[in-house]
């Protein structure tokens, strides 16, 4: 090993130290949900969770869980192999389907994550001849994802409708054959949502594709938590969602793309972190398709949810905290520095509060963050007594 390299990389993580941006994992023993077990100091102690994108607290749901069990004697541990060449079970077939159908399009493929969903959805779709128009904010897989399709690029000011007309014009006149505007359908660091009618209609006037990234969003937003098209009532005028089962559908793994058939169709054919990587592990897709079920029948949770994020809203509000704007259940806490947030961060932690500093590059400098997210497996209680630590603790840590 090259002495002179592994320096360099020491120069560079000791950079990212000095800079306050070094990011720590903590370990949990146990799983994921509204309280959790945090290993500290070789002990464990329980605490209450909002940073988890566990929105509808099916993580460690007992319906889920018997299903990826089930599954596991029914269909085995691993699949050993990508689709076209052994074959998919038909467990990855309903899931398919069953989101497809959820989501009101033809069908959906499923990718290992939704990371790999956006980094393959772009390429085998448009070529140079194409121009993809994408949203500033958008999450780091679809600015990967747009980097490794030959389209042109074209990026607007987040959700800024002028600009985003300015973009579209601009590619015209460039010569575009086929236009996709992509967005994140909730702006994840933020929390707000995307103006999916004004985008729909700008899309509409300029002969443009539109494709959203939900992550964010299925399972807990819209009617029967059909997401943001369906929330802000652009609904079928999206041509193509892309989604996690990793979060508010039961937190394991696994991404899609649900579109019209012939999308899917070439999408099966070429993209690329399709046909190379391996099939969903037959638990995580059972475990998805039964979180799906859940949600899709979880008025009560999605209410919960809700009452939830207004609940936590007024009282950081009363209590002096800067907060962003936004109706979603992700409810940033602005604090400028990323020393601020992380000694915020650590001051919670001390009041049994787990929480995450976010700052750059995740966040731009100066716009660190503790980014909490509410839960439908939090109690009223819970929420109050996340509310009174924040207070304590944004004394303790002078940023109140
Ligand atoms: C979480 C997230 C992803 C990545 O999803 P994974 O399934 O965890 O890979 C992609 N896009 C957005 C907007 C996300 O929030």
Same mark, same amino acid.
């Given at each position: 090993m090259s002495e002179a390299f592994l320096t360099h990389l020491r120069s560079t993580l000791a950079e990212i130290d000095a800079a306050g941006l070094t990011k720590r994992e903590r370990l949990i023993a146990g799983p994921q949900g509204a309280r959790i077990k945090v290993v500290s100091n070789g002990a464990t102690r329980e605490t209450l969770n909002?940073?988890?994108?566990?929105y509808l607290g099916l993580a460690d749901h007992p319906e889920v869980i018997a299903a990826a069990k089930a599954a596991l004697d029914a269909?085995?541990?691993?699949?050993?192999?990508?689709r076209f060449i052994c074959g998919a079970q038909t467990l990855h077939r309903e899931l398919e389907l069953a989101i497809a159908r959820h989501l009101g399009k033809d069908d959906a493929i499923l990718f290992a994550a939704c990371f790999d969903a956006n980094g393959g959805v772009f390429e085998p779709l448009l070529s140079e001849a194409d121009a993809i128009i994408s949203d500033a904010l958008n999450h780091a897989s679809i600015i990967d994802g747009v980097r490794l399709s030959k389209a042109r690029r074209y990026r607007y000011a987040n959700s800024n409708l002028n600009a985003l007309e300015d973009a579209l014009k601009q590619a015209d006149s460039d010569g575009a054959r086929f236009k996709l505007i992509a967005t994140d $359908?909730?702006?994840?660091?933020? $929390?707000h949502v995307a103006k999916l009618p004004e985008i729909c209609a700008l899309a509409e006037r300029h002969g443009a594709l539109v494709m959203v990234d939900d992550c964010h969003a299925?399972?807990?937003?819209?009617?029967?938590?059909?997401?943001t098209p369906a929330l802000t009532g652009a609904g079928a005028r999206v041509d193509i969602v892309t989604g996690t089962?990793? &979060?508010?559908?039961?937190?394991g793994m696994g991404g899609f793309v649900a579109a019209a058939q012939p999308i899917v169709d070439l999408l099966r054919q070429r993209a690329r972190p399709y046909l190379f990587s391996n099939s969903l592990a037959p638990p995580i897709a059972a475990g998805s398709l039964k979180a799906l079920e859940i949600a899709i029948n979880a008025d009560d949770r999605r209410a919960r949810l809700q009452s939830h994020a207004r609940r936590f809203r007024a009282g950081l509000e009363r209590a002096g905290f800067a907060l962003l704007p936004g109706e979603t259940p992700i409810i940033p806490v602005m604090l400028g520095g990323a020393r601020q947030a992380q000694e915020l961060a650590q001051a919670l932690d001390r009041r049994g509060v787990y929480v995450a500093g976010f700052f750059f590059p995740v966040v731009? &400098?100066?716009?660190a963050r503790i980014r909490t997210q509410m839960s439908a497996g939090l109690s009223e209680a819970d929420v109050d007594f996340a509310v009174a630590a924040f207070a304590d603790a944004g004394k303790a840590a002078e940023v109140l």
């Open positions: 909002l940073c988890a994108n566990n269909f085995g541990f691993g699949m050993a192999s990508v $359908g909730v702006f994840s660091m933020d $929390g299925t399972g807990h937003l819209g009617d029967q938590g059909r997401g089962f990793g &979060k508010t559908l039961g937190g731009p &400098k100066g716009a």
